[in-house]
T-cell receptor, first 115, second 115 residues
Framework: AQSVTQLGSHVSVSEGALVLLRCNYS??????LFWYVQYPNQGLQLLLK??????LVKGINGFEAEFKKSETSFHLTKPSAHMSDAAEYFC?????????????FGKGTTLSVSS | DSGVTQTPKHLITATGQRVTLRCSPR?????VYWYQQSLDQGLQFLIH???????AKGNILERFSAQQFPDLHSELNLSSLELGDSALYFC??????????????FGAGSRLTVL
């Protein structure tokens, strides 16, 4: 069965610093991968998704992620953190050959940004 | 506003009681997913409906049930409530055409507190 592991439940960075949130997946077949963001007291919002096209995926708010099959990773990055990026981030996976199946989410990583 | 509407936003009830959470998907979306978010378990998939039919079950307790009505809104029924059922319950919807690349659009959630 597919699964997702997010390394680090909490990441702290300074404003302007690089943001790196780690996600590793487990899947026996090609996966679709997603990053979602959850701001306090809100629902989840899609940041970006990988669906077997370009391995480097650009999302909203300056975030991007790179699919690396050899490392089974889909890490999320942003060159320069902003205070407004403070939120919880979730990586999720769905098998590419199972249309309509539910997303399996990681445990989430809370990003803190200090000035 | 994501277009997915969940009511109520907050609900406080006592152990042993029964509650119903309601979800209206985005206009045109045929699939509805229910997730439970708690501090210890993270985001857990509960159940998936497509155009009125149950498609998949996740970690849903027998005390919980759901249905999707002809107008495509969905209800999640939670009965014999326990303290451990306190959580955020999210509904998400996807477009009608099944595709693994479909993005789940989440509602703002219903926060259930069981006292």
């Amino acid at each position: 069965a597919q699964s997702v592991t997010q390394l680090g439940s909490h990441v702290s960075v300074s404003e302007g610093a690089l943001v790196l949130l780690r996600c590793n997946y487990s899947s026996s077949v090609p996966p679709y991968l997603f990053w979602y963001v959850q701001y306090p007291n809100q629902g989840l919002q899609l940041l970006l998704k990988y669906t077997s096209a370009a391995t480097l995926v650009k999302g909203i708010n300056g975030f991007e992620a790179e699919f690396k099959k050899s490392e089974t990773s889909f890490h999320l990055t942003k060159p320069s953190a902003h205070m407004s990026d403070a939120a919880e981030y979730f990586c999720a996976v769905r098998l590419a050959n199972q249309a309509g199946t539910a997303l399996i989410f990681g445990k989430g990583t809370t990003l803190s940004v200090s000035s | 506003d994501s277009g997915v509407t969940q009511t109520p936003k907050h609900l406080i009830t006592a152990t042993g009681q029964r509650v119903t959470l309601r979800c209206s998907p985005r206009s045109g979306d045929l699939s509805v997913y229910w997730y439970q978010q708690s501090l210890d378990q993270g985001l857990q998939f509960l159940i998936h409906y497509y155009n009125g039919e149950e498609r998949a079950k996740g970690n849903i307790l027998e005390r919980f049930s759901a249905q999707q009505f002809p107008d495509l809104h969905s209800e999640l029924n939670l009965s014999s409530l326990e303290l451990g059922d306190s959580a955020l319950y999210f509904c998400a919807s996807t477009p009608g055409t099944p595709s693994g690349a479909n993005v789940l659009t989440f509602g703002a959630g219903s926060r259930l507190t069981v006292l």
